[in-house]
Every structure is written in structure tokens, then in C-alpha cells.
């Protein structure tokens, strides 16, 4: 009797901060299970609330380097749709997350990789990393998660992507502000603990109002994202968070929440 595999993807949750690893090494591509083990872990963590940060990254050589092509060579045009529509469901459910979400480029993100990485919050990378959407060498556009690419790099540089199927590195990435960091293979970790302590430190409820209004202003013109930002401010203030906070910068010491 053979043991069954190890999950397609590790969630480990401890101190607010939750740790979401791809688990199928060396590239970590993605197949069914592994997008439907996605989508419920991020569903689930969405429904905690004492999640404050999660760090989304990956086991082997690669953060993901996208879908398994054996398994898209089995489509057709009728599988196609509702496999796509799940692919979306569970990238959504990171993009959407009441909470930051950091991911920890460790190696190649191509692909559906891409658009998992371009759906987090933050993102720090290797030197050695490569970033790219090869679809259209292969026969299809990139979708879904990529409509969020021209907003990050403007449309110039993500027709670049887009249409050439070329990949990028990570000094270009940090260049066109794809990334937030560049570190060396061996800082990814300490490096990504930094900006972890920088997302704990600050207020929880005004982290997740934060990132409800950054959400919110993907989808809305500009006067409606102003009237919803009013709206957090004036809420803010029934956590009590913003009194302990000034407070505590009028009596010089560190703010103390939930005490």
C-alpha cells in the first residue's frame, strides 16, 4: 500500500500570518486539484478573521511555471470554458482576500503563475527569476487575471508580454514595477519576513479596510472610489484603532491594538 500524495498545496496559519505553499515540485504546475485546493484554502482563510498577511510561494525551482500542457492538450472546446471559469474562481479568491496578500517569487512564474503572482498584493523576487505569459506560443491568449496587467505597467509594456510570449527578468520586473524587491536566492525568506512584520505592525482592521478600498478602486471611476474612501475613514474609527493610534504617536510609544 503506496501513502497518498502530500497535498497539492501546504497552508500552515499561526499568528495571524498565513503561509500558503505550491506543492508539486520542481515547477509546481498547476492541474485541477491543485486549483481547486487553492481556491478552497484562500475561501477558507478569507472566512478567518484573525488572518492579518499571507505569503503565497513555492516548493522546487519555481513559484509555479504555469498549467501542465498534459494536461491542456486533453481540451476541447466544451472543457475549455468551465476549466478557464476555475482557473478565475480560485486566482479571484487570492485577489480578492480580505487581507494583504505577499507573494514570494522563489523561482519562475509563467502563465497562470504570472497571473496568480500579478494577483497578490506585494511581491518580492529572486535574482533569478522569470516572469512571463508564453501563452500565445502555444495557441491561446492570456485571460482572465491578466486584465489586471496594464493597470501595473501601462499598456505599452503589457502588449509587450502579451503579444511577444517573451519572459521577463527580475531587474526589468522591479523596473516596470512588477515587483517590489529583488533579493538573492538566499534573503527570499528574510526578506519576505520584513515586509510580513511591516504589514503586522500596522492597524489590522485599517490593513483590511486598506485593502477592501484597493479592490474596491479596481473596479469604479474615480469619484466613487473617493466616496468609498470617506466612507473607510469614517468606519475606521469604531475599531477604536485610530485613538490608541494617535495616542500612542502623542506619547511617543509603539501603538498597542487589540489590548
Given amino acids: ?14 499568528d495571524g500570518v498565513a503561509r500558503v505553499t505550491l506543492n508539486r515540485p520542481p515547477l509546481n504546475l498547476l492541474r485541477p486539484e491543485s486549483i481547486r485546493a487553492l481556491r478552497d484554502g484562500f475561501e477558507e482563510l478569507a472566512r478567518d478573521p484573525t488572518v492579518r498577511v499571507a505569503v503565497v510561494t513555492g516548493t522546487g525551482r519555481a513559484f509555479t511555471a504555469g498549467m501542465d500542457v498534459r494536461f491542456l492538450v486533453t481540451l476541447d472546446v466544451a472543457a475549455a470554458k468551465p ?61 482572465i487575471e491578466a486584465a489586471l496587467l496594464p493597470a501595473l505597467v501601462g499598456p505599452g509594456r503589457a502588449a509587450e508580454l502579451l503579444m511577444l510570449g517573451e519572459s521577463i527578468g527580475a531587474a526589468r520586473a522591479l523596473d516596470w514595477g512588477l515587483v517590489n524587491e529583488v533579493v538573492p536566492a538566499g534573503e527570499l525568506s528574510h526578506a519576505t519576513e520584513r515586509m510580513v512584520e511591516k504589514v503586522v505592525a500596522c492597524a489590522p482592521s485599517a490593513i483590511r479596510l486598506q485593502k477592501e478600498l484597493i479592490v474596491a478602486w479596481r473596479k469604479t471611476d474615480l469619484a466613487t472610489a473617493v466616496r468609498l474612501g470617506i466612507n473607510a475613514f469614517a468606519t475606521s474609527f469604531a475599531s477604536g484603532e485610530p485613538t490608541e493610534a494617535l495616542r500612542a504617536f502623542l506619547e511617543k510609544r509603539p501603538p498597542r491594538f487589540g489590548v
Fill in 1 to 14: 500500500m503506496t501513502d497518498p500524495p502530500d497535498p497539492p498545496v501546504l497552508f500552515e496559519c499561526r
Fill in 83 to 143: 476549466f478557464i471559469a476555475e482557473l478565475h474562481a480560485a486566482i479571484h479568491a487570492v485577489h480578492e482576500a480580505p487581507f494583504p496578500v505577499i507573494a514570494a517569487l522563489n523561482g519562475h512564474a509563467l502563465g497562470a503563475g504570472f497571473e496568480l503572482a500579478i494577483a497578490c498584493d506585494l511581491r518580492i523576487a529572486t535574482t533569478d527569476v522569470t516572469l512571463g505569459l508564453p501563452e500565445v506560443r502555444v495557441g491561446v491568449p492570456s485571460v
